[in-house]
């Protein structure tokens, strides 16, 4: 709810522009999130989005039709490149955005609903659902940071999401703002009008070795891809990452100071300077503002727990975890792995057989979670000395000294940072 008499009455006067079934939808929408949220079952945003959407189907749109909005789509990356994108973007006017990444089309109502008399309208989107929450939202620009393997039985194979975006995009206005590092990415952000192409980085590349146009083998010398069968290759970037430095379109250098760690977040900086300027916020405000950022949604939070300082890391899928061991402290910093395979992680999980844990040689790890059996069979293949535990608590007992790094999965993730938060 507003926090003050000046945003109820900017909240209320925007309400009133509606139709009265879309007034009943928000407010019962809000009630129903309330009630939610009163009895313990998480932020309510979900269920209060899908009781306004049953009373009024046309509610995102009404809520985003006064809107300059931009859309985030991404395998990783989405949640904090859109709470960058949304601090960039307070440099020019009111904010209102899916903060806490509820990114389908009912969480995404429910942040819209109960937002101030915003301005600008900065929305994570669930990749299956992008072409949909374009249609319905109009959007200024739209940012594809990267597709690769995840939730895989949920997900359809990374080459059809590519599809899906490529033909669910193809006739929109909306100025992209797109990967060109990634090739399914820049295939699916061809078949639009308008692009600006980052140079943002592929870490993870398993996922582009056959060309999402004809099939055939890509060629990937140093940071250049092309398929030698049909031509379609890497195009020329607009903005680019170089080093700890974005690049505009006009060869200005601006540096990037962020509080989060890792290269992943640079290149999430650069992709949120691309979009900042499509809004007119330049380079230079962009990522000024963006230095405010410490924390995601409970992701980089250093807390402390039994009088240890714990890191929280979230790491979804081979990629996410790639990344995550780059930013990771190195040995002997322990660290805590943890695996759920419930229906928000995808309960497949052959992916763990993907993820390179080689790189953990050192590391105490302490493996915890609903598939801790899965994942200590992957670590003693990759010859890594473990400990399975039953508890964050136990885990942090047993640690030696240092940080504690503790990587999770979606669900896992949260349950161990309620346990910490309460610890």
């Known amino acids: 709810m507003p926090g003050t008499d000046s945003e109820a009455a900017a909240t209320g006067a925007r309400d009133s522009s509606l139709p009265a079934r879309s007034k009943l939808a928000v407010t019962a929408g809000r009630m129903a999130a309330a009630a939610s949220k009163s009895i313990g079952r998480g932020s309510g945003s979900v269920i209060g989005g899908k009781v306004a959407l049953k009373l009024d189907p046309y509610l995102l749109a009404r809520l985003a039709d006064h809107l300059d909005v931009v859309l985030v789509s991404a395998t990783n990356g989405k949640t904090t490149t859109t709470r960058l994108i949304a601090e960039a973007l307070r440099a020019a006017g009111p904010v209102v955005s899916n903060a806490l990444g509820a990114n389908m089309p009912a969480g995404i109502t429910s942040a819209l609903a109960g937002g101030s008399d915003a301005r600008y309208g900065v929305i994570e989107v669930d990749e299956k659902y992008l072409a949909g929450v374009a249609r319905d939202t109009s959007p200024k620009a739209i940012a594809l940071l990267n597709l690769s393997r995840d939730q895989l039985d949920r997900a359809a194979e990374t080459r059809m999401m590519a599809e899906k975006w490529r033909e669910g995009l193809q006739h929109t206005d909306a100025v992209i703002i797109a990967n060109a590092d990634d090739p399914l990415v820049t295939w699916a952000a061809s078949s639009c009008q308008r692009v600006v192409w980052v140079a943002a980085g592929q870490a993870w590349k398993e ?18 891809w092309y398929c030698q069968e049909c031509g379609f290759r890497r195009p020329q970037p607009h903005w680019a990452l ?13 540096p990037i100071q962020l509080q989060l760690p890792g290269r992943a977040n640079l290149a999430n900086a650069t992709s949120s300077a691309a979009v900042a300027a499509v809004f007119g916020v330049a380079p230079q405000v962009a990522l000024e503002r963006m230095q405010s950022v410490t924390a995601v949604a409970g992701r980089y939070d250093v807390v402390n727990y039994l009088g240890r300082d714990v890191r929280l890391l979230l790491a979804k899928n081979p990629a996410g975890w790639l990344e995550t061991f780059s930013l990771i402290d190195g040995p002997p910093a322990p660290v805590i792995l943890s695996v759920n395979a419930l229906d928000a992680d995808g309960t497949d999980t052959s992916w763990l057989w993907d993820v390179d844990y080689e790189r953990l040689q050192g590391h105490p790890i302490f493996v915890m979670g609903q598939r801790k059996l899965d994942l200590a069979v992957r670590l003693e293949v990759a010859g890594l000395q473990f400990q399975v535990v039953d508890s964050a608590e136990e885990a942090v007992r047993m640690a030696p000294p240092g940080r504690i790094e503790a990587i999770a999965n979606y669900t896992a993730f949260q349950q161990l940072r309620k346990v910490v938060a309460a610890g």
């Open 207 to 224: 996922d582009a070795w056959s060309c999402p146009s004809c099939g055939g083998v890509m060629q990937r010398p140093g940071d250049d």
């Open 242 to 254: 170089q080093g700890t430095h974005v690049i505009d379109p006009n060869g200005s250098a601006w």
